[in-house]
């Protein structure tokens, strides 16, 4: 191993805690079970000096599972692992086939994309959920039911370094939501739809559906963590209300006892057992069944079950029972983060696609313009015009949201040439909110001199631009 490899793994070592949770979720593609892993940020700590929750968060997808990409990866760590240290709660998966997980890679990744949106799918509630300290909370977090795409974030134009983003609109006060990808993650990152036209699938899903089983569990995964991380904050305040009171032993209470507990507490629940959180995801679809039945056929969230408005015709039909529409669900702002983007031949080889690999300059400007297009629950294309439209979609969420591709000069799977005038093409885009950010004799594999730093530091720079905007 070279000392630019010694560096390497130090780096992505030192950048990653054990997980908070460990699990799998069945992908929207099959119902394949997905290995899935979620770090818990400085601000779900129990401890009462704690920064408060904000419920920023992120997803990072790992390179080509069959060369041995996982989330295990040194460059996810180190992406991973800086975003996690700015206060974002973190999620890693592995696609299928990666690491010994079920299932293999498929030759056209459309499994890939419905893996990638379960994972998102499962975090956008659990974020919502996951809220333990809201007594302690005094700034909350803004929720509404839509999903805010930020049409407007306008920088300044920049070669090599990332910029710091501007938002004029109120909208763009919501918790951030970053996607991200190294190499062939940020492949599959870069064909993803929107995150409004992700997330609709879980609003209403059947009940009998993979997307209501990843939402029950997202939501029983967080209220376990609220019971856990809200009783040991109410330990520590109360070890903290004894320890500044005098105690008539002269005894000392609270000190490194407090760290211990929450650690144990922490790596107990990461073990939790597969059938516990099976009860737990039965429990609260009974309930959800049992609230449809009393009321009473009344549409309270539940499709087909308002009785005032049914015809003839729609009383005759069972109605299927679908999940309720979860209330003032969190306002998510999307951005994204694409770490060694796979451009041109590579990128058809690893899909094995035919259609064209980017949109015309019309339809992605029909698509910065028009609402999201809807996906099918399977992540898969329907006819070419249809996965036309979902291509320029794609394309367009790059410009319309923050994204920042980073990309070293010496790529050995993707030519700098073949890099430069796709990023260059999508940053002249009027308002355009992308960004390229090239990196001096880096290579795809970021191991060599200080890469790997240079590309901690960029990622950190620009979760740093986009999270400002709360502040601002």
Avoid at 40 to 50: I, T
Avoid at 274 to 297: C, F, N, Q, Y
Avoid at 337 to 352: E, H, K, M, R
């Amino acid at each position: 191993m070279t000392n630019a490899d010694n560096q390497l793994s130090r780096l992505a070592r030192s950048s990653l805690p054990e997980p908070t949770l460990s699990f799998t979720l069945p992908s929207l593609h099959d119902g394949l079970a997905i290995d899935c892993r979620v770090y818990h940020p400085q601000s779900l700590d129990p401890s009462p000096s704690s920064p408060p929750w904000r419920k920023h968060a992120a997803v990072f997808a790992h390179p080509y599972a069959p060369l041995g990409g996982c989330y295990d990866d040194p460059v996810v760590d180190i992406a991973a692992g800086t975003l996690l240290r700015l206060g974002l709660l973190v999620g890693t998966f592995n696609f299928r086939g990666a690491q010994g997980s079920a299932g293999r890679t498929s030759w056209t990744a459309k499994a890939e994309r419905a893996d990638y949106e379960t994972f998102i799918g499962f975090l956008s509630y659990y974020v919502h959920f996951l809220d333990p300290f809201r007594p302690h909370v005094s700034d909350p977090v803004p929720t509404t039911t839509p999903i805010a795409e930020a049409p407007d974030y306008i920088g300044a134009h920049g070669e090599s370094s990332p910029v710091t983003y501007s938002a004029s609109h109120d909208t763009t006060k919501s918790t951030l939501f970053l996607m991200g990808g190294y190499s062939y993650g940020s492949m599959i990152t870069m064909q993803l739809p929107s995150l409004e036209t992700i997330l609709r699938q879980f609003d209403t899903p059947a009940c009998s559906s993979h997307a209501a089983e990843i939402r029950l569990r997202a939501q029983h995964l967080a209220e376990v963590q609220n019971t856990t991380l809200g009783s040991a904050r109410a330990a520590a305040l109360e070890r903290q209300a004894n320890t500044l009171s005098p105690s008539p032993s002269g005894m000392r209470f609270g000190g490194e006892e407090s760290s211990r507990k929450h650690h144990h507490s922490r790596l107990s629940f990461s073990q939790d057992t597969e059938e516990k959180i099976r009860k737990g995801v039965s429990d609260l679809m009974v309930k959800a069944k049992s609230h449809k039945r009393r009321l009473s056929g009344k549409d309270h969230g539940f499709v087909g079950g308002d009785a005032a408005h049914d015809t003839p015709e729609t009383k005759q039909q069972p109605a299927q029972d679908c999940l309720p529409s979860v209330p003032d669900r969190v306002v998510f702002r999307p951005a994204y983060l694409l770490v060694s983007p796979l451009q041109g031949l590579i990128n058809n080889l690893a899909t094995f696609s035919l259609l064209p690999r980017r949109p015309s300059w019309k339809g992605l400007a029909r698509s910065l313009s028009s609402p999201a297009v809807t996906a099918s629950p399977t992540g898969e294309l329907g006819t070419d015009s249809e996965t036309a439209l979902l291509l320029e979609e794609a394309e367009a969420k790059l410009v319309r949201n923050p994204t920042l591709a980073i990309y070293g000069d010496n790529d050995g799977f993707v030519p700098v040439r073949k890099l430069r005038p796709w990023a260059t093409r999508l940053e002249s885009i009027p308002h355009s909110s992308f960004r390229a950010h090239e990196v001096s004799g880096a290579s795809h594999f970021w191991a060599q001199g200080k890469s790997a730093y240079t590309l901690k530091d960029a990622i950190k720079t620009f979760a740093e631009s986009i999270l400002a905007i709360d502040a601002s």
